[in-house]
T-cell receptor, first 114, second 115 residues
Framework: AQSVTQLDSQVPVFEEAPVELRCNYS??????LFWYVQYPNQGLQLLLK??????LVKGINGFEAEFNKSQTSFHLRKPSVHISDTAEYFC????????????FGKGTRLSVIA | EPEVTQTPSHQVTQMGQEVILRCVPI?????FYWYRQILGQKVEFLVS????????KSEIFDDQFSVERPDGSNFTLKIRSTKLEDSAMYFC?????????????FGPGTRLTVL
């Protein structure tokens, strides 16, 4: 079984500053990794994903994440945040056999301060 | 861009009543899912559905829950006798076949409030 740990429940950051949201996972099988974003009162939107290939993946809105197999991590980064990035960010993992359930972390609330 | 839609956006019901939550997955997708998110908690998997049958379910998905694909477009979640602890946001998701089989796309959710 897989599990996902998002160590930071809340991350406040000033506008235009860089941010890193941490995600660690555990699994006995190979996995796919995802970051979803949930804006206030909205559903889950796919930000980016790692399925295979390059360990650095780029997503929407200037976000990127790096898959580190040895550290079982998939941290999300953005070099300069905007007020509009204020949202809840969820890291998720699934087995890489396709169409398997996602296991989510508890989420990190990113608050961008003007 | 095609998207998953869900209705209603908010459902209020009395404890013990039956509710049906509706979803229209992306049209060429073949795998369908329900997840729930209790307020302040993580998103949890309930059930997955493929080829007109349940392919996987979690321990949360007990006998009070059922899913159905009544026609070629809708995918429903029925809760037979709601409990207070069923209050949550319920998300439908779908995924396809081919290059994007491993990416689940989520709907906006239905907020269920059980009184």
């Amino acid at each position: 079984a897989q599990s996902v740990t998002q160590l930071d429940s809340q991350v406040p950051v000033f506008e235009e500053a860089p941010v890193e949201l941490r995600c660690n996972y555990s699994s006995s099988v190979s996995v796919y990794l995802f970051w979803y974003v949930q804006y206030p009162n909205q559903g889950l939107q796919l930000l980016l994903k790692y399925l295979s290939g390059s360990t650095l993946v780029k997503g929407i809105n200037g976000f990127e994440a790096e898959f580190n197999k040895s550290q079982t991590s998939f941290h999300l980064r953005k070099p300069s945040v905007h007020i509009s990035d204020t949202a809840e960010y969820f890291c998720a993992v699934s087995e890489n056999s396709g169409n398997t359930p996602l296991v989510f972390g508890k989420g990190t609330r990113l608050s961008v301060i003007a | 861009e095609p998207e998953v839609t869900q209705t209603p956006s908010h459902q209020v019901t009395q404890m013990g009543q039956e509710v049906i939550l509706r979803c229209v997955p992306i049209s060429n997708h073949l795998y369908f899912y329900w997840y729930r998110q209790i307020l302040g908690q993580k998103v949890e998997f309930l059930v997955s559905f493929y080829n007109n049958e349940i392919s996987e379910k979690s321990e949360i998905f007990d006998d009070q829950f059922s899913v159905e694909r009544p026609d070629g477009s809708n995918f429903t979640l029925k809760i037979r006798s709601t409990k207070l602890e069923d209050s949550a946001m319920y998300f439908c998701a779908s995924s396809g076949v081919g290059g994007h089989t491993d990416t689940q796309y989520f709907g906006p959710g239905t907020r269920l409030t059980v009184l």
